[in-house]
T-cell receptor
């Protein structure tokens, strides 16, 4: 069964450092998303991406965040200068056409120290 | 805006007990409703969904009915198993909102043998 894969599963970084979280969406899917879940809180939408551009972003997705689809398979989330409050589980998701079921990856746990 | 409220956990049950997890929502527009499940160490998986009023979603013995009049989508299972221990998330998407998911806070369920 096709699946969304995320790497790494756990990343520890020092405050102020840049991190790149990687995702490989399902190959024929066209819409890609990043969500995050701070420990003990809700899963929150960060950004959606379609046709090589951001289609929607939340208030959380400020200038320190960026997304990219550098090739035909990867979808990355970059945090330019990490803060302690960026510590969270980050989930990547993809959908075939934006209307069907969203498939999620297993998540990357980011710990900023 | 859109929001989802679900009962807080943890919910601890014995095997074969009846499970209900309450979920209510507010939405601008006509939402589709979902239950996602997260088993320990895994990503979010779609458990069931309903796209219009009075639809019943069902999967793996779980059921939820889309109740527009009470803006609810409560999850039920008649006889839980230890393997149902997980975190359950109620969520909605509204087509006009770009198909991003709005999640509830999640409910941890622990089933004891």
């Amino acid at each position: 069964e096709p699946e969304v894969t995320q790497t790494p599963s756990h990343q520890v970084t020092q405050m102020g450092q840049e991190v790149i979280l990687r995702c490989v969406p399902i190959s024929n899917h066209l819409y890609f998303y990043w969500y995050r879940q701070i420990l003990g809180q809700k899963v929150e939408f960060l950004v959606s991406f379609y046709n090589n551009e951001i289609s929607e972003k939340s208030e959380i997705f400020d200038d320190q965040f960026s997304v990219e689809r550098p090739d035909g398979s990867n979808f990355t989330l970059k945090i330019r200068s990490t803060k302690l409050e960026d510590s969270a589980m980050y989930f990547c998701a993809s959908t075939l056409d934006g209307n069907t079921e969203a498939f999620f990856g297993q998540g990357t746990r980011l710990t900023v120290v | 805006g859109n929001s989802v409220t679900q009962m807080e956990g943890p919910v601890t049950l014995s095997e074969e007990a009846f499970l209900t997890i309450n979920c209510t929502y507010t939405a601008t527009g006509y939402p589709s409703l979902f239950w996602y499940v997260q088993y320990p160490g895994e990503g979010l998986q779609l458990l069931l969904k309903a796209t219009k009023a009075d639809d019943k979603g069902s999967n793996k013995g779980f059921e939820a009915t889309y109740r527009k009049e009470t803006t609810s989508f409560h999850l039920e299972k008649g006889s839980v198993q230890v393997s149902d221990s997980a975190v359950y998330f109620c969520a909605l998407t509204v087509k006009a909102a770009g198909n991003k998911l709005t999640f509830g806070g999640g409910t941890r369920v622990l089933v004891k043998p």
